[in-house]
């Protein structure tokens, strides 16, 4: 089993990289400014959904194949560029909400925020970098404690990403019955989604 002196190292470790503003912060950020807190949270959900695929593969050791085939680091990674351009292309095109327009299903964003977690590849290769560290052959089933740590992981990036989100939707929710805060969120929006599929486009694999 995992030494609890360990597992206390690992918890304010990860969380502080939980608190480091990345790809998943700000896609729940602009997520809340387009369409609300609930949705907000569902992708935070489904992030943190992604983040324990992430992880169980590289305790399964598959993560390795990623690491080591280049094609496949790009093919996952152009399908998530595609991905987040399609939310843009959405976000520009989507009409201003009236008062009484449900919300994005919590469904919906919720799947959402797993595409766009798994189809980010610097995760799992974060995750092979990160997460051996606390790993100990002698303490019970390689597997299990990757599990652990990674569940650690996934419940800080919910409370905290899903914090950012659901302030971000407060805000966004409240203004898009006007036409003229609608447009500018969403511009706001698509250049947050925009952003972030130039950032996975330009990203290597070292």
Not at 60 to 89: E, H, M, N, Q, T
Request: charged letters at 10%; proline letters at 7%.
């Amino acid at each position: 089993m995992i030494d609890p002196i360990v597992l206390l190292t690992f918890i304010p470790a990860a969380l502080a990289l939980n608190l480091s503003p990345g790809a998943d912060m700000m896609f729940c950020l602009g997520l809340g400014l387009r369409s609300g807190p609930r949705a907000a949270m569902a992708a935070s959900a489904g992030i943190s959904v992604g983040g324990l695929v992430h992880v169980t593969l590289a305790g399964l050791g598959l993560g390795a194949l990623v690491a080591a085939v280049p094609w496949v680091f790009d093919v996952i990674r152009w399908i998530g560029v595609g991905y987040l351009l399609w939310l843009a292309f959405n976000a520009l095109t989507a009409r201003p909400t009236a008062a009484d327009t449900p919300p994005t299903p919590a469904r919906r964003a919720f799947r959402e925020g797993v595409l766009v977690n798994l189809t980010n590849p610097k995760v799992i290769l974060f995750v092979l970098a990160f997460v051996p560290q606390f790993v100990d052959p002698a303490g019970g089933p390689i597997l299990l404690q990757f599990l652990i740590f990674g569940l650690v992981l996934a419940i800080g990036g919910f409370v905290i990403n899903g914090g950012v989100g659901v302030f971000a939707g407060g805000l966004g929710r409240a203004l898009t019955t006007s036409p003229r805060f609608a447009r500018g969120l969403g511009y706001v929006s698509a250049a947050i989604f925009t952003a972030l599929a130039a950032r996975l486009a330009l990203l290597e694999r070292a």
